[in-house]
C-alpha cells in the first residue's frame, strides 16, 4: 500500500519492461505531498484536542483571580488568597462535567463579574472592546495627518507671499490691531 501511495512499482513485476506513462514520475507528486503535508498537520492540531488538563491551563489563563491580585487564576500565587482555590475547584467542576470553553467562561463571568475574564468575550457591546483602540488610533493618525496638512498649507502660502486674509476684511481690521500684529510679525520673524 505504501509503495502504491509513494509511486512505487505499482504491481509491476522486476522482469517486466514497460515504457513511463507521459506525465508520470515515479517519485511523489504534487498532490500526494500535499494531502501528506495536511494529514501531518492535523494529527499535530488535534494531538491535545480531548486533554483535559490542557483544556483546564487554556480556560484557567483566560481569567483572572477575583481577590484583587490583579493575576491570571492559575497564576495567582499571593500567600492565603481566599479565592484562587475555589475557583480552581470550580473550573475543575466545569472541566470535568465536559463543559464547553465559551459556556464556563460565561458561567464564572455570570457568577463573578466580567472582571473575571482576562480578555472580552467576542459578541455585542464587548466587541466594542476590541474594536475602540484600533479606531482611535485610526481617527488619531487622520487627525494628525490632517492637522499637518492644515499648517503646511498655511506656511506654503505665506511662503508665497499669499495673504491669509481677505482683502475685504483687511480693511475691518483697527489699526491697533494691524500695528500689533506688523509687531508680532516682526518679532517671530527669522533672521
Known amino acids: 500500500m505504501l509503495k502504491l501511495f509513494f509511486g512505487g ?3 509491476i513485476k522486476p522482469h517486466e519492461t514497460t515504457t513511463p506513462q507521459k506525465g508520470f514520475s515515479p517519485g ?4 500526494r505531498c500535499t494531502h501528506l503535508l495536511t494529514i501531518a498537520l492535523l494529527a499535530v492540531v488535534m494531538l491535545g484536542a480531548n486533554d483535559p488538563e490542557a483544556r483546564f491551563n487554556k ?5 483572572m483571580c477575583v481577590c484583587g491580585c490583579g ?5 495567582c500565587n499571593h500567600v492565603g488568597c481566599p479565592d484562587s482555590a475555589r475557583m480552581i475547584g470550580e473550573l475543575h467542576t466545569q472541566i470535568d462535567s465536559n463543559t464547553p470553553s465559551s459556556a464556563i467562561l460565561n458561567w464564572f463571568a455570570g457568577k463573578y463579574g466580567a472582571t473575571v475574564l482576562a480578555a472580552p468575550i467576542r459578541g455585542g457591546f464587548d466587541n466594542v472592546a476590541w474594536i475602540m483602540p484600533f479606531a482611535v488610533f485610526g481617527f488619531g493618525t487622520l487627525g494628525t495627518a490632517f492637522l499637518v496638512q492644515m499648517w503646511s498649507k498655511k506656511r506654503r502660502l505665506a511662503a508665497a507671499g499669499v495673504a491669509t486674509v481677505d482683502s475685504n476684511n483687511w480693511e475691518k481690521i483697527s489699526p491697533e490691531a ?3 500684529r506688523e509687531k508680532i510679525r516682526k518679532e517671530t520673524e527669522y533672521q
Not at 511523489?28 to 498532490?31: E, Q, V
Not at 480556560?59 to 481569567?63: D, S
Open 9 to 11: 512499482s505499482m504491481g
Open 59 to 63: 480556560v484557567g489563563h483566560e481569567m
Open 71 to 75: 493575576q491570571v487564576l492559575l497564576e
Open 28 to 31: 511523489l507528486s504534487l498532490k
Open 178 to 180: 494691524r500695528a500689533l
